[in-house]
């Protein structure tokens, strides 16, 4: 039995994916999980994609499976008071967290929170290059497992694999963590520069140089070099800097186009921009596209004193 916390969108595509297969599957919803059950598919967030049969939609926490592994489809931003309010039922699971970004107040990524909150839990991430559509229509996607213990990875691997969803694991918890919070900032840059008009030559710059700060900051933090070149670094910066599927390069195209943008649309490249500046002053480490980011995000910057600042760099090698 696997049990998804958290319907919105990635949470609700893992569950039909996972249920595709026939194995049982549990997804709980906070609101509205009674009309999800009844009409076999989550209108609002994944509409036309039918919920298969051994998925079933519960809305009380308590009443989740006892056994099993439980994925935490939860925002980043929620996660930490998530697991302090439902402490109880999940204390010595085995917890996945299904979200990107850093804490804002404890800077912790996803399995470190989780460490904090429910020291007794086995902690794992699941992250890399995905988007809920796609998974929810079966299209293949790669995605990486983050596990300190190989053992307990290689069984969620197996548990996790389906069709349509291929998982390649890893031990380098930090560096997967990492790699899927920065991308986030960088998809921002990314979008703003194409939302004021700046063309492809300079996202693919700034996607480049965005990239080595990912490393930089990365490896400083005991990353290992080869995760950032894997799925949940690269192939997660590549993807979220060029869709517009990407709610990250979205909110940095309303900024390039000085366009509202939907307050309710969880941005996490946002706080973690913040993070990353504390982070980057304190290691003394140069990140000057997540600190323009960051100030570009506060309302401190304009797109174009943004790109100012970057351009007005000292020359120097690459």
């Known amino acids: ?47 036309k994609a039918p ?35 439902n402490a109880e039922p999940l204390a010595d699971r085995t917890l996945i967290a299904a979200c990107k970004g850093l804490d804002l107040k404890t800077h912790f990524g996803p399995v470190e929170t989780i460490r904090a909150c429910l020291p007794h839990a086995n902690a794992a991430l699941l992250t890399g290059p995905s988007f809920a559509a796609d998974i929810a229509r079966g299209l293949p996607t790669a995605l990486t497992l983050a596990c300190e213990t190989t053992q307990i990875g290689k069984i969620l691997q197996l548990a996790l694999t389906t069709p349509n969803l291929r998982i390649y694991r890893t031990t380098d918890t930090t560096g997967a963590e990492l790699g899927g919070a920065l991308k986030n900032v960088i998809a921002i840059a990314c979008g703003a520069c194409i939302g004021k008009g700046m063309g492809d030559s300079a996202r693919a710059a ?3 140089r965005g990239f080595a700060e990912m ?8 990353a290992q070099p080869d995760t950032l070149t ?9 993807l979220t800097c060029t869709s517009e599927l990407s709610r990250n390069y979205r909110f940095g195209l309303a900024l390039g186009r000085e366009e509202p943008f939907d307050t309710s649309v969880t941005v996490e490249g946002v706080p973690t ?4 500046v504390a982070w980057a002053e304190e290691l003394q480490i140069d990140m000057p596209i997540c600190t323009a980011v960051a100030a570009l995000s506060n309302g ?19």
């Open 1 to 47: 039995m696997i049990t998804i916390l958290g319907a919105g969108a990635f949470g609700t595509s893992l569950a039909i994916s996972l249920a595709r297969t026939g194995q049982p599957v549990t997804l709980w919803a906070r609101n509205g999980g009674a009309d999800m059950q009844a009409s076999r598919q989550n209108a609002r967030r994944l509409p």
């Open 51 to 85: 919920f298969p049969e051994s998925l079933t939609v519960i809305e009380a926490l308590s009443d989740i499976s006892h056994d099993g592994p439980v994925i935490l489809a939860v925002p980043m931003q929620q996660l930490r008071d998530f697991l302090t309010e």
């Open 206 to 208: 700034l996607m480049t």
């Open 215 to 222: 490393q930089r900051l990365a490896l400083r933090r005991g």
């Open 230 to 238: 894997g799925l949940s670094g690269f192939g997660d910066l590549a």
């Open 273 to 276: 921009a913040n993070a990353v």
């Open 300 to 318: 401190d910057y304009s797109v174009s004193e943004a790109l100012q600042t970057l351009l007005s760099r000292p020359l120097k090698e690459e």
